[in-house]
């Protein structure tokens, strides 16, 4: 199975569980084998990607600002592209800018995706039943992408992902192990840096930078 192959796959669960006048947001950065994946929670409408006219990457993070802060505050993107993300509005995006930002993203060699492909309208908290009806395709997406590590954002993200139960600020840069396929892979839990958790985008910051240097 290749990575495109689960595109398909995802705009079901759209249909299902999405807003059905958006479509879903996928996956970006380096797809073979990157240093890190990145594994946030789900996309809304904030990403102007999400709209049906929208014909360039459907990758995440797309239009916005706040998590650009920490993937320059962790080394993992140009100075220069982050001034470009700093000074536009998210309908200044365009598909070339789209573009540019994602190739800096993989020349950092990181990958970025959503456990939840489904677009939301609101950043409102989606059920865990919710998110259970896409681990099975998440975990193929990690096979064929085989990051050399994974870094987990929230407590819910986490706790589905290493199935237990898992409280991020009594496990900070501690390692998990998961099997996924034939292969055993480093997971790390790491408080959700946007939203109604950008109080701890330093703490998230700082462990990123202990798993980079440290992994």
Known sequence: ??????????????????????DSIYYGGEKNNPEICF???????????SKKEW????APWIGTKNIWDLFYQVNLLKEE???QIKSKKGSEWDYQFAELVYEEVKKHHYYITNLGK????????LP???????LNLFLKEIEIV??????????????????????????RRKKFIKEIGSKKYPLYAVFYPVGNGRFNLDKAID???????NE
């Open 1 to 22: 199975m290749k990575l495109e192959d689960l595109k398909l796959e995802y705009d079901q669960l759209q249909k299902k569980y999405g807003a059905k006048d958006l």
């Open 39 to 49: 594994v946030f929670m789900n996309p809304t409408k904030k990403n102007p990607a």
């Open 55 to 58: 014909q360039g990457l459907k």
């Open 81 to 83: 592209v982050y001034w």
């Open 118 to 125: 489904c677009t939301q309208v609101d950043a409102r908290p």
């Open 128 to 134: 865990d039943s919710t998110f259970k009806e896409y």
């Open 146 to 171: 085989n990051p050399k590590k994974i870094i987990l954002f929230g407590n819910q993200v986490s706790s589905l992902v290493l199935n237990e139960k898992i409280t991020v600020s009594t496990c």
């Open 207 to 213: 462990d990123i930078k202990w798993i980079i240097e």
